[in-house]
C-alpha cells in the first residue's frame, strides 16, 4: 500500500499564502496522476487539482484555479507534490491530502494523515 506524507499546513490570516509539499514513495510508477483533495469540517472531501507526469493540470474548482497552482517533481526514488496556495480565505479551512487521481474511489491509495490549514484572523 503507498503510504504519502503531507505537511506545509498551519494557521494563517485572510489573505495570506502556504505553500503545501507531499511526498509519495518511489515505487510507484511516476506516470500516475497526482492531486491534491481536501476535506473541511462537516463536508465531504473534495478534488481540488490533478497533475500528470508532463504537467498537464486541471482544477474542477473555477474559485481555486486562481489562487491554488499545483506542482511536481519527479525523481528517482521520489515524487514531491506541491500546493501553492494565496490569497487564502477562512472557507479554506480544511485538512489537506494528496493521493493518486483516480475517477474511481475504490482505486485510491489509503488516505494519509493529511495536513491542517486554518485561515483565521
Known amino acids: 500500500q503507498v503510504q504519502v506524507v503531507e505537511s506545509g499546513g498551519g494557521l494563517v490570516q485572510p489573505g495570506e499564502s502556504l505553500r503545501l509539499s507531499c511526498v509519495a514513495p518511489?515505487?510507484?510508477?511516476?506516470?500516475?496522476?497526482m492531486a491534491w483533495y481536501r476535506q473541511a469540517p462537516g463536508k465531504e472531501r473534495e478534488l481540488i487539482a490533478s497533475?500528470?507526469?508532463?504537467?498537464?493540470?486541471?482544477?474542477?474548482d473555477s474559485s481555486m484555479k486562481g489562487r491554488f497552482t499545483v506542482s511536481r517533481h519527479n525523481a528517482v526514488n521520489t515524487i514531491t507534490l506541491y500546493l501553492q496556495m494565496n490569497g487564502l480565505r477562512p472557507d479554506d479551512t480544511a485538512v489537506y491530502y494528496c493521493?493518486?487521481?483516480?475517477?474511481?474511489?475504490?482505486?485510491?491509495?489509503?488516505w494519509g494523515q493529511g495536513t491542517q490549514v486554518t485561515v483565521s484572523s
Open positions: 497533475i500528470t507526469r508532463s504537467n498537464g493540470t486541471n482544477y474542477p
Open positions: 518511489g515505487t510507484i510508477s511516476n506516470s500516475v496522476i
Open positions: 493521493n493518486r487521481w483516480s475517477s474511481s474511489p475504490s482505486t485510491l491509495w489509503s
